[in-house]
């Protein structure tokens, strides 16, 4: 068959070919690099940005668990209040920082943990209620 066709014909069909190759890859092409693209986005959402979150989270809980101490230590009066009011304010900060965080989680075994954590901080925070409460009262 191609000994039959003149040169010209062949040169077209062989260009025809190479281009149907040509665009067939960059479809195949653009379709992963959109597939890419969203992977990208949902590791950036759901990946990088809690992480951020959960330095937050940890230095709020430091920053609670020194406001506490420095509670005990301030005796009574406007230190007492003081104290009170940044643990009140941290508080606050971390429920906003654990609810973001636990909208992006994705896994069970991160899941789990998160639990774990909250209800440690559940049961930390009866303790730091208790211990405003007597500081509050000297």
């Known amino acids: ?45 759901k990946m990088t940005v809690p992480l951020a979150e959960m330095g937050v989270i940890q230095s709020d809980v430091q920053q609670i668990r020194v406001a506490s101490r420095d ?16 643990i009140d304010n941290l508080q606050a900060e971390l429920d906003a920082k654990t609810q973001s965080f636990e909208k992006t989680i994705l896994t069970e075994a991160v899941r789990k943990q998160f639990q774990d954590f909250q209800d440690a901080r559940r049961a930390y925070n009866s303790y730091l209620g208790q211990i405003v409460a007597l500081a509050r009262a000297n």
């Open 1 to 45: 068959m191609l000994k039959n066709m003149k040169l010209g014909t062949k040169l077209t069909g062989g260009f025809i070919f190479v281009a149907c190759i040509a665009a067939l890859t960059g479809v195949v092409g653009m379709i992963n690099i959109r597939k890419i693209a969203d992977a990208d986005k949902k590791m950036y959402d």
């Open 71 to 86: 509670i005990i230590a301030a005796g009574k009066g406007a230190d007492v209040e003081k104290y009170a009011t940044k």
